[in-house]
Structure formats: C-alpha cells, structure tokens
C-alpha cells in the first residue's frame, strides 16, 4: 500500500475527498481508540454476542457495556439484532477486525 504524495498539483475536488476520508478514519480511530470499545470489537471479531455475553465476558456492569455500544453503533461498527428480551451485537463490516489485526501485530505479539 502506497500513502498518496501531497504537491501543488492536488485538485481542490481531491483535497476536499481527502479531508471527507480524513474526518470518517478520525472519528472511525475515536471509536476503537477506547479500551472498552477496543474489548468489545476484539470479542464480536469471533462472531455475533449478547449483551449479556459481553458483560460476562469483560465482567462489566450492563450500563458500561450498553454505553460503549451505544458509541459503536452511532459509529456504524456494530449491528444489533433483537431475539425477544435479548439484544445481539455483531460487526457491521470488515475494518474493526482489520484494525484489531493491526493492533495486536503491534501491541500484543
């Protein structure tokens, strides 16, 4: 992968579609750059969760996890899917795991 060169050239089109995709990774890295959040997304990368899993899982209370849901849904890095009294989550696409990727070559090997 290869970073674009900014010169003098840059259209005023290209400038103002960089700045769009600046803003959307900026808020995008927001998003994952909480540790709950961050936790979160690591455990629906293996697949769709419960509230209630993800409580137990990160044992946190279900405000603090319905509240870092909450951002990531507003995000648009979550889905939620209602079976009856019970709330799933699951990623919405592919860029949180590819993140998490990342991250863990970085940080966790």
Known sequence: MTLPVFDKGISEDEMERMVENA?????????????GRLMILCHLV?????VTELEEL???R??????????????GLVIPRREGKAIYYRL??????????????LFCE
Do not use: C, W
């Open 58 to 60: 990160l044992s946190a």
């Open 23 to 35: 803003t959307t990774a900026s808020n995008f890295l927001k998003a994952v750059s909480h540790e």
């Open 46 to 50: 293996s697949g769709e969760k419960s």
């Open 62 to 75: 279900q405000a603090a996890v319905s509240q870092q849901l909450s951002r990531l849904r507003l995000e």
């Open 92 to 105: 919405a696409d592919d860029r949180p795991k590819r993140i998490l990727e990342m991250v863990y070559d």
